[in-house]
C-alpha cells in the first residue's frame, strides 16, 4: 500500500466517522426537540391551571369580602367599596380603548 492509498483510507475512514457523529446528532437534536416541544405543552398547561386556581381564588376571595359579619360589616364595606373602584377603574381602560 502506497500512502496515496494510505491517506485516501485514512481520509474515507475519518468520512465515515464523521457521517455517523452527524446522524447520532441528528437524532438527538430531534430527540431534543420532541422533548422541548412536550416541556412547552406541560409549561402552557400548567400556566392555564394556574390561572384557573388564580381566578378561583379570586372568585373566593371576593365571595369571602362579601360576606359581613356582625363585627365585620365596616371591613366589608371598605372591601366592597374598593371592589367597586376597581371595577370602576376596568370599566374606564376598557371605555379608553
Do not use: P, W
Request: net charge positive; charged share 35%.
Amino acid at each position: 500500500m502506497t500512502a496515496e492509498d494510505k491517506t485516501i483510507t485514512h481520509f474515507s475512514t475519518r468520512v465515515r466517522q464523521m457521517l455517523l457523529e452527524y446522524k447520532h446528532v441528528c437524532e438527538e437534536n430531534s430527540r431534543l426537540k420532541e422533548e422541548l416541544k412536550k416541556c412547552n405543552e406541560d409549561l402552557k398547561e400548567i400556566q392555564n391551571q394556574l390561572k384557573l386556581k388564580q381566578e378561583n381564588y379570586n372568585s373566593l376571595m371576593t365571595a369571602k369580602m362579601l360576606e359581613a359579619n356582625e363585627g365585620d360589616l365596616e371591613a366589608a364595606k371598605a372591601r366592597l367599596a374598593k371592589l367597586i373602584r376597581s371595577v370602576n377603574k376596568c370599566i374606564t381602560l376598557l371605555a379608553e380603548k
